[in-house]
């Protein structure tokens, strides 16, 4: 993140910080000396430009956008010997009850608690636990932990205690009626009366933001002109409002049309504002990766796992008060930014426009990164010739060189007039204005200018969870899974266009469990690599008994004991999570050079693209969610197999393994359905209150109830066996600080924690 700080026309110090779900800078206006602001590093911005002008400088950010890109890669492709460090976002809505009423709502209260949230910060930047940012909703907050955690087993003990202290810091701020919930969406946000203090829509009101028939610009976070500008901009570019489609569920009594369907649509739910993607709140983790070749392949290999986890993490199938046949946010945020016009999106023959363009610049990424990646390249990609090729002259090699044209497909929807003239050898607010305006499965984070930070891959597909423990559980299962990646050299490329597939599956009612998706069987290459890792990884762990031996080692439990015999372990032996497995060091051509484009047999660490052609069309098979995580015999050992295996070779202290052991299980237990997902036990709750009417409504009473249990489950109050199994869900040792016999043992082996 890029960060100063200017006193504004008042002597009040704006101040900018990097948001999250929308990845864009917003302020907050604090009267704090400079100094300090310039110590938490954050940015001033200034006032936005009206739509025209910001239209008319659309080629500008372009072109200089492109330009500040290529310098940063020549400043930064070396970079080498970056270790892990990562963390989670959580957003997080503020919900007011009014218990007499049995009325839930959401409270526009965002911008009065990050006000004292972030004192704690300005006062002592470094100090604090946890971080906290404006999101999109004047409901809405996001709450990161205070710096990244690192490459030691035991910070992943940590982030469950710091997601309740986050959790706890909040509630202390709140009144008794209210809640901070980290809920996907609020159930009837956008239907009558959601809002505390009530707020109406204004569209008829031409100053109005949204125009929104259901959603008003009261909520939408009113510390920052960046999303009100947003939200105008990208309905002026798409030429009309925005349009959400959801089909509603339909039940006995559903009455058709739903109110509001679109002409001819009968039994479609429609929403018409950014609000309701952007209002919905999300699950991120961003890790940084040793050098910029580690993260393409991180990001290549992630990228196919995105509607997998989504999937797992469905939690949203309310919206507007009506149950519908989605399960997750995905499609709806992806309509409620899509500026397209009638031309772009292939409704008008092309006339003002340069191209047509397959999709919202909110979804799933089109193209890999890495040379392994690239034979999966296999749905067009749009750019702008040009600039591609100016990447390319600028020393930007092919794959590199397409995804940022790509990016550059777009146009800037939000332009500060301060920020218009830069330094292209310095500056990179240009290339950010697009890059975070994509808002993509997966991002390709390059480093910050004059920082410490690498390079860095966001993994961004995930839904918020109701608990801490589900959420940590999620954040360090993929954590994990980087490790495994790297360690044992897996290979989950899919062609692009079934992760294309796999991401509409993954929506579906119920996808958990009953689709199946797109999933690329482990090769013969793969299981000799399996077999050698483990033979390393058996002679390597003898002697270590910090895993091994406690009682709860080789806890795969009876849950997975079917998959015993194909669980490969596959460790490398790499005792250290900054090992980076043996992916480290050599880069191979990709990030030099203009021709690394397609030679994905030049890298020998990835074996599995030697196959042929024919075994390549069998290597993508459908599967379902829990065959890819528990496993399939012949087909793929599972990924929670594989990452027990890998924990085998690991150095882990009790406390933290027994953590770990409870998120996997947890896990495993969601993908075998004996868990349903969030969304599912949300249309549950509703089916069977006894004021739903077979009606497909959620009603004001049903939606009280539902997140009155949520915060019952999320205080751990409520137990919830179908949800989160028997008792309450948190068993997990979790600390928010590693202790200091540990640390001191960690010392003696040389592993010190990053500072
Ligand atoms: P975004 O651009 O998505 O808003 P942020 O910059 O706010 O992302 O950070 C997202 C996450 O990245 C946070 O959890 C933060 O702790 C973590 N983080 C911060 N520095 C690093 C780093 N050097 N490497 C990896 N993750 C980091
Ligand atoms: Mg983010
Ligand atoms: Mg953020």
Not at 524 to 544: D, H, L, Y
Not at 683 to 696: F, G, M, T
């Amino acid at each position: 993140m890029r960060r100063s700080g200017m006193p504004d026309d008042n002597g009040a110090v704006v101040v900018v910080v990097c948001s999250t779900h929308l990845n864009v800078s917003v302020s907050i206006d604090v009267r704090q000396a400079t100094n300090k602001v310039q110590n938490m590093g954050l940015l001033s911005e200034g006032s936005p430009l009206s739509w025209e002008e910001t239209k008319a400088l659309a080629d500008h950010v372009r072109e200089h956008g492109v330009n500040q890109f290529i310098n940063l890669y020549h400043r930064l492709k070396d970079r080498q010997g970056d270790i892990l460090k990562w963390g989670d976002e959580v957003e997080y809505i503020i919900v007011k009850f009014d218990d007499e009423q049995k009325v839930a709502r959401v409270a526009l209260r965002a911008q009065d608690l990050l006000a004292q949230l972030n004192e704690k910060e300005l006062a002592d930047p470094k100090g604090v636990k946890s971080l906290w940012r404006p999101e999109y909703g004047a409901y809405m907050i996001e709450g990161t932990p205070g710096k990244p955690f690192g490459g030691l087993m035991a910070h992943f003990n940590l982030v469950e205690a710091n997601m309740r202290y986050r959790r706890e810091e909040v509630t202390e701020l709140l009144a008794k009626d209210e809640c901070v919930m980290s809920i996907t969406n609020f159930p009837r946000l956008g239907a009558s009366n959601f809002t505390h203090p009530l707020a109406q829509p204004r569209p008829e009101d031409p100053l109005s933001s949204a125009r929104s028939l259901y959603f008003p610009d009261e909520a939408i976070f009113p510390g920052h002109p960046r999303f009100k500008t947003l939200t105008r901009n990208i309905r002026k570019r798409r030429g009309e409002k925005v349009s959400i489609k959801l089909k509603v569920f339909k039940d006995t009594k559903t009455k058709l049309p739903v109110e509001g369907a679109p002409p001819g649509e009968p039994d479609v739910v429609l929403l018409d504002a950014m609000g309701f993607g952007m209002g919905c709140c999300c699950l991120q983790l961003t890790f940084q990766a040793c050098n910029i070749t580690e993260a393409r392949r991180l990001y290549d290999q992630l990228a196919p796992l995105c509607p997998i986890m989504l999937a797992l993490t469905a939690a949203s199938p309310i919206y507007r008060g009506y149950l519908t046949e989605s399960d997750c946010r995905w499609n709806v945020i992806s309509s409620s930014v899509d500026c397209r016009t009638e031309e772009e999106r292939g409704l008008a023959p092309l006339d003002k426009q340069k191209f047509r363009i397959a999709k919202s610049r909110y979804d799933s990424i089109d193209s890999y990164l890495s040379p392994e990646g690239a034979k999966y390249n296999d749905v067009p990609l749009t750019y702008d010739e040009k600039v591609y090729q100016r990447l390319v002259e600028g020393g930007i090699d092919h794959l590199l060189a397409q995804h940022v044209a790509h990016l550059f497909i777009r146009d800037t929807v939000s332009l500060f007039s301060e920020k218009v003239h830069q330094n292209d050898n310095e500056d990179t607010d240009h290339f950010e204005n697009i890059q975070s305006t994509n808002w993509q499965t997966m991002r390709f984070k390059p480093p910050p200018p004059n920082s410490s930070i690498g390079w860095r891959v966001e993994f961004r597909p995930c839904e918020a969870q109701i608990s801490d423990f589900e959420n940590a559980a999620i954040v360090c299962f993929v954590v994990l899974l980087t490790r495994v990646i790297l360690s044992y050299q897996l290979n989950f490329l899919t062609p692009i266009s079934k992760v294309d597939e796999n991401m509409q599956t993954a929506q579906k009612r119920d996808a958990c469990r009953k689709e199946k998706f797109w999933f690329r069987k482990s090769s013969k290459t793969t299981e000799q690599r399996a077999a050698k890792a483990q033979a390393q990884a058996q002679a390597q762990t003898n002697g270590k008994a910090t895993f091994n031996g406690n009682g709860l080692a080789n806890g795969n439990g009876s849950e997975n004991g079917d998959q015993e015999e194909q669980q490969q372990p596959l460790t490398n032996g790499s005792a250290k999570m900054n090992g980076h497995g043996n992916t480290n060091g050599t880069t191979n051509g990709t990030t030099n050079g203009t021709n690394g484009s397609s030679n994905g047999s030049s890298n020998g660490a990835d074996s599995d693209h030697t196959d042929t052609d024919d075994e390549e069309n069998e290597l993508f098979q459908l599967l379902s969610i829990n065959e890819i995580f528990n496993g399939k015999p012949n087909v793929f050992p599972g990924l929670v197999p594989l990452i027990r295996s890998y924990l085998q070779s690991m150095e882990v202290d009790t406390d933290t393994h027994c953590t770990i052991e409870q998120y996997l299980r947890f896990i495993q237990k969601r993908a075998a359905g004996e868990l349903i997902t969030t969304a599912t036990w949300m249309r549950e709750q509703v089916l069977s209150h006894p004021d739903y009417k077979q009606d497909s409504v959620v009603s004001e009473r049903i939606n009280y109830d539902l997140l009155k249990r949520i915060q019952g489950i999320q205080e751990g109050k409520q137990v919830e066996p179908a949800l989160l199994g028997q008792g309450y869900h948190s068993k997990t040792k979790t600390k928010d600080f590693i202790p200091p016999a540990l640390q001191k043992q960690l010392a003696k082996n040389g592993c010190c924690e990053e500072k």
